[in-house]
């Protein structure tokens, strides 16, 4: 069984940093691409970054660039996302989610981060 | 990217079918066939319903169902149940492996 689990949200003030994690389970985590997307309260999903599964290519949302940085270890199966910089406009649910081949077929039941003084 | 755009709302009484539909651009939704259908319950993760525009995962009633024309998809539910009653967001690949999700809608069940 696939599971993903977030761990790391909180809250930050504005300016701030903070590092997600995500611990991966039930597949063979070195093969697919990985995702985080977030959702603002009481708004719809929007994808953050991903990352292919030998850590060679990345990208990222605009709206992220340049603040966020999305890495894996492939040996703890591990997906993390380091935020800088935080705003208030980060302010979300962060999901980690699983590559299903143009579509995600799996996510994370998710880690609330806050981003207010 | 700009979302792809949903209707806020749907409703329907047990036993009828809803639609709700979901508009993109050619540079998404028309641009492939991988537009994918999640279902959220309040405070849980999104669900796959619906992906590569018509496939259903193993476990997912066939009662769901999707299509796409042109630069929009929709997600049919037929036999609407009170348990359907969730938040239902589409996506679609967007090329790179990027997506683009639209703002979610709120199916109640009557």
């Known amino acids: 069984e696939v599971q993903l689990v977030e761990a790391g949200g909180g809250l930050v003030q504005p300016g701030g940093s903070l590092r997600l994690s995500c611990a991966a389970s039930g597949f063979t985590f070195s093969s697919p691409w990985m995702y985080w997307v977030r959702q603002a309260p009481g708004k719809g999903l929007v994808w953050v970054a991903r990352i292919n599964g030998d850590e060679s290519v990345t990208g990222y949302t605009d709206s992220v660039k340049g603040r966020f940085t999305i890495s894996r270890d492939n040996a703890k199966n591990a997906l993390y996302l380091q935020m800088n910089s935080l705003r208030a406009e980060d302010t979300a649910i962060y999901y980690c989610?699983?590559?299903?081949?143009?579509?995600?077929?799996?996510w994370g039941q998710g880690t609330l981060v806050t981003v207010s003084s | 990217q700009s979302a792809l755009t949903q209707p806020r709302s749907v409703s329907g009484s047990p036993g009828q079918s809803v639609t709700i539909s979901c508009t993109g651009t050619s540079s998404d939704v028309g641009g492939y066939d991988y537009v994918s259908w999640y279902q959220q319950d309040p405070g849980k993760a999104p669900k796959l319903m619906i992906y590569d525009v018509s496939k259903r995962p193993s476990g997912v009633p066939d009662r769901f169902s999707g299509s796409k024309s042109g630069n929009s998809a929709s997600l049919t539910i037929s036999g609407l149940q009170a348990e359907d009653e969730a938040d239902y967001h589409c996506?679609?690949?967007?090329?790179?492996?990027?997506?683009?999700f639209g703002g979610g809608t709120k199916l109640t069940v009557l």
């Open positions: 996506c679609s690949y967007a090329g790179r492996s990027t997506f683009v």
């Open positions: 989610a699983k590559d299903g081949a143009y579509h995600i077929d799996y």
